[in-house]
């Protein structure tokens, strides 16, 4: 089946250095990548949508400079946390899927500490 | 807008019972529906999904109603075990949302004991 891998999943990283989170399809393109953060005992909220070869399309609220998204090829996106200060200390999804009628795969996540 | 979650509802069931977890939804405009199935530290695993034009699809040990006259949505899990412990998660998407983005709704916990 579709595998998403995401990486690392773990990262502690000090205030105001910059953390690159990397999604990729294993065994599918994904034109379309999305990113989401999760709150301890919370939902999934949308940051972003990635769409391959174009800007990413970001949710109200979401720091476009912040959260810096590429994606370079139809297997790889990539999340930029920049300037990283302990509030964005999350966990970080993304999700792909092949075409329009598949569901969406998620990858296992990104834990982010920022100290 | 996204559905950001307070702390989540939890339902704690027999192993072997059957488990019932509910979902209202609030977009009309939403045509696709997918249950997640997310455990400690990982990313939601798909469990099964359903379109609007349908009221009720059934995969192993799981089945689906949608109930489109209340904007409701459940996940029926047979004989429940341990291993089903997990939150899960509704999610909707827009009938024109042609990108595949998807609206989390809050999540519930299921505990199962032994």
């Known amino acids: 089946g579709a595998v998403v891998s995401q990486h690392p999943s773990r990262v502690i990283c000090k205030s105001g250095t910059s953390v690159k989170i990397e999604c990729r399809s294993l065994d599918f393109q994904a034109t379309t990548m999305f990113w989401y953060r999760q709150f301890p005992k919370q939902s999934l909220m949308l940051m972003a949508t990635s769409n391959e070869g174009s800007k990413a399309t970001y949710e109200q609220g979401v720091e476009k400079d912040k959260f810096l998204i590429n994606h370079a090829s139809l297997t790889l996106s990539t999340l930029t946390v920049t300037s990283a200060h302990p509030e964005d200390s999350s966990f970080y999804i993304c999700?792909?899927?092949?075409?329009?009628?598949?569901?969406?795969?998620f990858g296992n996540g990104t834990r982010l500490t920022v100290t | 807008g996204e559905s950001v979650g307070l702390h989540l509802p939890t339902l704690s069931v027999q192993e072997g019972d059957n488990s019932i977890i509910n979902c209202a939804y609030s977009?009309?405009?939403?045509?696709?529906f997918i249950w997640y199935k997310q455990e400690s530290g990982k990313g939601p695993q798909f469990i099964i999904d359903?379109?609007?034009?349908?009221d009720k699809r059934q995969g192993q040990r799981v089945t689906v109603l949608l109930n489109k006259t209340v904007k409701h949505l459940s996940l029926q899990i047979a004989a429940t075990q341990p291993g089903d412990s997990a939150v899960y998660f509704c999610?909707?998407?827009?009938?024109?949302?042609?990108?595949?983005?998807?609206?989390f709704g809050q999540g519930t916990e299921l505990s199962v004991k032994p």
């Open positions: 977009n009309s405009a939403s045509d696709y």
């Open positions: 999610a909707e998407k827009e009938i024109y949302n042609q990108g595949g983005k998807l609206i």
């Open positions: 359903i379109r609007s034009n349908m």
């Open positions: 999700s792909a899927r092949g075409d329009r009628n598949s569901p969406l795969h």
